[in-house]
Structures are given as C-alpha cells and as structure tokens.
C-alpha cells in the first residue's frame, strides 16, 4: 500500500500564497493519477484539482486561475501551488493517488486562510 505524506500548510493572510506537497512511497509514483482534496469545518471533502499520470490537469471552478497542481516523477512528489488565498479556502488538504483499483489517501494538512 502506497503511503502518502503531505506538508506546507500553514497560516496564511488573504491574497497569500502557499505551496503545498505530497510525497508518495514505492517506485510506482508515475502511473499514479494524483489530486488533492479540501474538507472544510461542517462540509463535505471535495475535490480540488487533479494530474493524470500524462500530467493533464483539472480543477474546480472556484480555484480556477489561482491553484496550480504539478508532479515532479522523479521525487514522487505532487504539488498544489495555492495562490490569491480567500478565507473561504481554509481547509484540511488531502493528498489522494489511485491506480486501478488501488486508492490512497494522506494524512492531511491544514491550511487556514485569515488576516
């Protein structure tokens, strides 16, 4: 079972950036397809944005222009650049890989939007 670990949540202003990654164990990494996932306080977890193992992406429309979601296969790592942060993106981020049937999750990381 692949593991999934994420880092680069925080606390930041609105209009700020950060940059979140997630980085899977095994020698599989590039035939993952990869996203990541936010759950906010009382809601539902939804999907944010998402990479094809061909590295073609999508997103959700209310992150449309300010999130950029990359890989990087050679360190197993997929990243979520988060810029022009609201308050409403506040959120617990999770990092998801999936491969037929096989589907991972991260731990989470927080990221909290506020001035």
Same mark, same amino acid.
């Given at each position: 079972?692949?593991?999934?670990? #994420?880092?680069?949540?925080?606390?930041?202003?609105? %209009?700020?950036?950060?940059?979140?990654?997630?980085?899977?164990?095994?020698?599989?990494?590039?035939? *993952?397809?990869?996203?990541?996932?936010?759950?906010?306080?009382? &809601?539902?977890? #939804?999907?944010?944005?998402?990479?094809?193992? %061909?590295?073609?992406?999508? *997103?959700?429309?209310?992150? &449309?222009?300010?999130?950029?979601?990359?890989?990087? +296969?050679? &360190?197993?790592?997929?990243?979520?650049? @988060? +810029?022009?942060? &609201?308050?409403?993106?506040?959120?617990?981020?999770?990092?998801?890989?999936?491969?037929?049937? @096989?589907?991972?999750? %991260?731990?989470?990381?927080?990221?909290?939007?506020?001035?």
């Amino acid at each position: 079972q692949v593991q999934l670990v #994420e880092s680069g949540g925080g606390l930041v202003q609105p %209009g700020g950036s950060l940059r979140l990654s997630c980085t899977a164990s095994g020698s599989l990494f590039s035939l *993952y397809a990869m996203g990541w996932y936010r759950q906010a306080p009382g &809601k539902q977890r #939804e999907l944010v944005a998402t990479i094809t193992r %061909g590295s073609s992406t999508s *997103y959700v429309d209310s992150v &449309k222009g300010r999130f950029t979601i990359s890989r990087d +296969n050679a &360190k197993n790592t997929v990243y979520l650049q @988060m +810029n022009s942060l &609201k308050p409403e993106d506040t959120a617990v981020y999770y990092c998801h890989a999936q491969m037929a049937t @096989m589907t991972a999750w %991260g731990q989470g990381t927080q990221v909290t939007v506020s001035s």
